[in-house]
């Protein structure tokens, strides 16, 4: 076991330098996105974390890999409401300083995926969107998201769609992102992994 010191002084450090770690993913919060087995290249630091950010932070349970759904300011310090796609709930606020970093590749069951590119910044954006919207649907503290389920639940039935049709719809998102994503680190085109 590393003392907290030392693991927060050589978490710093990385921070500073922007140093890049890969990890392997456990769980399946981030599904679609992120499946159990994926690898992780996480960059370290804070500097740059948005709102569509895959980030790594700490829990009571260990490190966690979710979606930054909104910046807030509380207190005159930056925090973050973070959420799993597949979660009912939010996360709670994350405050800036517990963040270890943000994930900007992963190589697993989708393929290559550069969270850095374009494609996927807007992709991560739309995920966000629905996540924050979903948490609020689950509060069902505001008479807006109360409405707004309600006018859900009289859309008709052929509007819906299967889990069939969610994952060619997926598959096709990852196929566009590879066409327009840029060569992989090692110079090798992204072929990626997901089949049509």
Same mark, same amino acid.
């Given at each position: 076991?590393?003392?907290?010191? @030392?693991?927060?002084?050589?978490?710093?450090?990385?921070?500073?330098?922007?140093?890049?770690?890969?990890?392997?993913?456990?769980?399946?919060?981030?599904?679609?996105?992120?499946?159990? =087995?994926?690898?992780?290249?996480?960059? @370290?630091?804070?500097?740059?974390?948005?709102?569509?950010?895959?980030?790594?932070?700490?829990?009571?349970?260990?490190?966690?890999? @979710?979606?930054?759904?909104?910046?807030?300011?509380?207190?005159?310090?930056?925090?973050?409401?973070?959420?799993?796609?597949?979660?009912?709930?939010?996360?709670?606020?994350?405050?800036?300083?517990?963040?270890?970093?943000?994930?900007?590749?992963?190589?697993?069951?989708?393929?290559?995926?550069?969270?850095?590119?374009?494609? $996927?910044?807007?992709?991560?954006?739309?995920?966000?969107?629905?996540?924050?919207? %979903? =948490?609020?649907? @689950?509060?069902?503290?505001?008479?807006? $998201?109360?409405?707004?389920?309600?006018?859900?639940?009289?859309?008709?039935?052929?509007?819906?769609?299967?889990?069939?049709?969610? %994952?060619?719809?997926?598959?096709?998102?990852?196929?566009?992102?590879?066409?327009?994503?840029?060569?992989?680190?090692?110079?090798? %085109?992204?072929?990626?992994?997901?089949? %049509?």
């Amino acid at each position: 076991m590393i003392p907290e010191a @030392h693991f927060q002084s050589v978490l710093e450090i990385w921070s500073e330098l922007q140093e890049r770690t890969v990890a392997r993913l456990m769980g399946n919060s981030m599904a679609p996105l992120l499946r159990d =087995g994926d690898r992780l290249t996480i960059e @370290h630091g804070t500097t740059d974390i948005r709102v569509g950010d895959v980030v790594i932070f700490r829990t009571a349970r260990g490190l966690c890999a @979710h979606l930054v759904v909104r910046a807030v300011i509380r207190d005159g310090q930056e925090h973050f409401l973070v959420k799993g796609n597949q979660c009912d709930v939010f996360d709670g606020l994350v405050r800036k300083d517990a963040i270890l970093g943000k994930v900007v590749e992963v190589t697993g069951s989708n393929g290559h995926i550069c969270l850095d590119a374009l494609a $996927w910044r807007i992709v991560c954006q739309v995920l966000a969107t629905r996540s924050y919207a %979903a =948490g609020r649907c @689950h509060a069902a503290d505001s008479v807006f $998201w109360r409405m707004v389920k309600s006018v859900a639940a009289c859309r008709p039935s052929f509007l819906r769609l299967d889990p069939a049709a969610k %994952a060619y719809l997926w598959r096709r998102i990852c196929a566009i992102s590879r066409a327009f994503s840029p060569a992989r680190p090692d110079g090798r %085109a992204n072929t990626g992994g997901v089949g %049509a």
